[in-house]
């Protein structure tokens, strides 16, 4: 067991709310495990101040942060430098501490993508992907698919702008095919049979509100197709129970929230997090809050 000292390097999540985060969670496990003197805290950041929590993020000393709701997009032009791949998702999840500030990254689509590598072996490479919504968490996916070579990337959202905003620059500076389509277009039927993957990044069925679900009719989803929800509270989701009626693999999104922490914590301290139990002892606490 670590004790914090004089030495310990803070870690902290900014977001508003975070209460409901296991980032805290997961991360002091691995630091725990590791037997590294580092602390992650949960701050709750009012809106109109989080330009004065990062300067005092970097007065205190934090080595990193990760960044949540609703600050993401808004960081970015308080940061020295970003990543290629931030830049072009546009938001920032992950500070790493520099001489100079802090340096933005995002690693929300990398562990999107790690998770399904890993723990279902799907590969992005050739795939005709579905994003229902096009929220922060569909951009950095859509994008990150883009980038690792998927074949066609198709939106489906209300806000047919925003969706927009995803597939243009996935066509534009990727150079890949980009669909999107409002929920009503009657060519609805015919996307969802085509897609090797569909991914859930709507709120529809997340706690407490557990039996909604995308306006999908999930007669249309097949057996080889992966339907995935990045809700993780419920751990199955109602589109993921109708979807495994109809013979789909399908994976809920504690392997993004697990694997997006695994890349933000080698970027602070260059290791590898022990991931034995982790999705257990994420799955316990949530099965009790
Ligand atoms: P966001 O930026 O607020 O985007 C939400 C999207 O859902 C928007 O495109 C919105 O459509 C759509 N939407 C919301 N309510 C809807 C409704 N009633 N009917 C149809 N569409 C609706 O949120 P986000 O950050 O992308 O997060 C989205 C979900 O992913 C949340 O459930 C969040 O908990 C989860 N998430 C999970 C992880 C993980 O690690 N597993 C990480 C990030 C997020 P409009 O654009 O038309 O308004």
Not at 3 to 30: C, D, Q
Not at 40 to 55: D, N, R, T, V
Not at 99 to 125: M, V
Request: hydrophobic share 40%.
């Amino acid at each position: 067991m670590n004790f914090i000292n004089g030495k310990t390097k803070p870690l902290a999540i900014i977001g508003y709310p975070v209460g409901h985060s296991l980032s805290p969670l997961m991360h002091n496990i691995f630091f725990q495990f590791l037997g590294l003197n580092n602390v992650y805290i949960p701050l709750e950041i009012k809106p109109g101040h989080l330009q004065a929590a990062i300067e005092a993020l970097w007065t205190l000393g934090f080595m990193g942060a990760n960044i949540t709701i609703p600050y993401k997009e808004e960081v970015i032009p308080l940061l020295p430098e970003i990543s290629s791949e931030a830049e072009l998702i546009g938001a920032v999840n992950t500070l790493v501490r520099k001489e100079n500030g802090f340096r933005g990254h995002n690693t929300d689509g990398q562990g999107f993508l790690k998770a399904l590598s890993i723990e279902k072996g799907w590969e992005p490479h050739g795939k005709k992907v579905v994003i229902l919504g096009a929220g922060g968490s569909a951009r950095a996916i859509g994008i990150s698919l883009a980038l690792k070579g998927a074949h066609k990337i198709t939106i489906i959202n209300r806000n047919l702008l925003r969706a927009r905003g995803i597939t243009e620059i996935v066509e534009k500076q990727i150079g890949v095919h980009g669909e999107i389509f409002g929920w009503n277009n009657p060519m609805l039927e015919r996307v969802i049979r085509e897609g090797d993957i569909i991914i859930n990044t709507t709120p529809l069925g997340m706690n407490p509100n557990i039996n909604e679900i995308p306006p999908l009719d999930t007669k249309w989803l097949s057996p080889s197709q992966l339907l995935v929800d990045l809700i993780y509270n419920p751990l199955e989701t109602r589109l993921m129970k109708e979807a495994k009626a109809q013979g789909c693999q399908v994976s809920n999104g504690l392997g993004m929230l697990i694997y997006q922490g695994v890349l933000s914590f080698k970027l602070w301290t260059g290791q590898e997090p022990p991931l034995e139990n982790i999705r257990e002892t994420l799955e316990k606490y949530l099965n009790k809050v």
